[in-house]
């Protein structure tokens, strides 16, 4: 693609050529359809527009030096789409049908693969929403399952340097025993108020506490929360966290690497004590975080102007499985073909 700036790509929405789409009625899902349209034809009464029958992914897809397209962990993102499709009781893609629907949609549009010197990605966005009609709440008897694709840049600005971020108490991402564990459209929603007044004083984002007692850390935007501390990389656990595969990864790593894991409720107050912080998603890859603001107290806890060693050994070795430059040891990539 001769006129894209592919080093300058913003994490944003671009057309590209098709889409893949599999409709689910009388019990069954249909055959796979590919689409040129970026539009989708709904019942005013469906399901997902009223009630917020909707759940999606975020995955990615990246060239190598080899020129071949690899996507990073996509059965893993098949089966966490299936979870939280069951869990506001949906009908949802087989794995396979997810799968096969995540490749067609890649190589329909391999002309919009990043090449491998830009440092950009094509991001893979899987969307699954109740499409039938209703008016009581009640889960829809159709279903459509979409997956379109956009080349992207980084989510944050700033790339692989330190964002602030903002602690937030005047509203919540998940409750205790809400949707919070899942990749439901209504979390988002959620998120707006407390993400808009982060970044109405100048944050990237907020930092969310649980929901309950406002004591431990919870969320970082649209992405898992870590720390380093001790040659440990230590991160919340919570019935509200979304897990995220990108986290697994990392904590797979750091293992190897001989850095101890932790997975347990992480106190605010332990903030202090660590090293390094930063956030991790498959759209925020690993995003150092310089400053976190305290607005109950006017607190700022600041980890420096550039990532910290270890954030920065945890980030090469991901992207380098993802670019294909280091050997596949955890079998995570798909090689498209
Ligand atoms: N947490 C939230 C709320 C997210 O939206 C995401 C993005 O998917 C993540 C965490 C990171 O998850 P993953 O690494 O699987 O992309
Ligand atoms: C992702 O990291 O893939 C996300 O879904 C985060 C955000 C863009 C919603």
Avoid at 41 to 50: D, I, Q, R, Y
Avoid at 270 to 299: H, M, S, W, Y
């Amino acid at each position: 693609m001769e006129n894209i700036d592919w080093k300058n790509l913003p994490f944003g929405y671009m057309k590209t050529d098709y889409n893949v789409r599999c409709c689910y009625r009388e019990g069954k899902w249909g055959e796979l359809e590919i689409s040129s349209s970026e539009y989708v034809m709904l019942h005013m009464a469906a399901t997902s527009l009223h009630y917020g029958q909707e759940v999606f992914e975020g995955m990615k897809a990246f060239r190598g030096k080899d020129g071949k397209i690899r996507m990073f962990r996509c059965a893993d993102n098949a089966r966490r789409l299936i979870n939280s499709g069951t869990y506001i009781r949906m009908a949802t893609p087989p794995a396979e049908l997810y799968t096969e629907a995540v490749r067609k949609a890649i190589l329909l549009n391999e002309r919009f693969v990043p090449p491998y010197e830009s440092g950009a990605a094509l991001y893979v966005r899987p969307l699954l929403i109740g499409s039938g009609a209703e008016v009581g709440v009640k889960p829809s008897s159709e279903y459509l399952f979409l997956v379109f694709v956009t080349p992207v840049g980084p989510y944050f600005k700033t790339g692989f340097n330190p964002v602030s971020v903002m602690i937030t108490r005047d509203s919540d991402r998940a409750a205790p025993l809400g949707t919070g564990h899942i990749k439901v459209g209504g979390n988002y929603a959620a998120s707006l108020p407390a993400a808009a007044e982060a970044q109405r004083l100048g944050y990237s984002t907020c930092l969310y506490l649980d929901a309950r007692e406002k004591k431990y850390i919870d969320e970082c935007g649209p992405a898992n929360f870590f720390g380093i501390r001790d040659n440990t990389y230590i991160t919340p656990k919570s019935r509200s966290i979304l897990p995220s595969i990108t986290n697994d990864s990392l904590m797979t790593l750091a293992k190897d690497m001989g850095i101890r894991v932790e997975r347990r409720q992480v106190e605010l107050s332990e903030l202090d004590a660590f090293e390094e912080v930063g956030e991790c998603g498959t759209a925020a890859v690993i995003t150092p975080i310089g400053k976190i603001f305290d607005p109950q107290n006017g607190r700022t806890y600041d980890y420096g102007e550039t990532a910290g060693p270890v954030s920065a050994k945890l980030y090469h070795a991901l992207r380098s499985i993802q670019y294909g430059d280091t050997p596949d040891a955890y079998r995570w990539v798909t090689v498209v073909e």
